[in-house]
């Protein structure tokens, strides 16, 4: 009688151990993405691979966009979305991204892609002359009290450098321009610049 009950006790006590060592092997994956970041142009296709410590391990994500399409929900081992800027400031795809391996999940991953936005060549006449009549009103249009028009084409395209010298200075400095106005934005400053890039264009 001792002896079945010992061996009973054996037994109970080997079940025991095993549930243990099963329950200490679940051991949570570690995710890699690779890369953490990137950075494409609209209309792109992102490239980012996901390892992890443990083989087998499988990949789930979730996306939340800003100001860009194309990236969805999924799982797999490779991020592979075309997203496309949907305006004309640069915009974000965040991916959220859960290793899971024998039924155990890891820690999940964030991966941001910045998409930027394929900018046409910047003319005059589509882009600056509205930029600056919009901002320089009424100084430097035609009836205005300063002699340099903006909404001339050559006068603008020969004072060009000092129209971007001006609008960098910080409001309230010596010869800050819009004068009385708020600083001109970074995308608009941008679009200046791309002017003088892309050949000072008139149409």
Known sequence: ?????FALLMFSSLLFMNSCTKEDDAV????????????????TATSVALTSS????????????????GATPG?????????????EVAGTATYLITPTANGTMGSPVSVTITVNPVIAIVTYTVNIKPLLVNSCTPCH??????????DSYATTKSNINGILDRVQRE???????????PKLSATNISLLKKWVTDGLLEN
């Open 1 to 5: 009688m001792k002896t079945k009950i």
């Open 28 to 43: 949570p994956p570690v995710a890699t993405a690779t890369p953490a970041t990137q950075t494409i142009t609209s209309g």
């Open 54 to 69: 443990i083989s087998g391990t499988t990949f789930s994500w979730t996306v939340v966009q800003s100001g860009v399409s």
């Open 75 to 87: 799982s797999g081992t490779n991020i592979a979305h075309t997203l496309v800027a949907t305006g």
């Open 141 to 150: 249009v035609a009836g205005g009290s300063n002699p340099n028009k903006w």
């Open 171 to 181: 409001s309230g400095a010596a010869g800050f321009m819009p004068v009385g106005g």
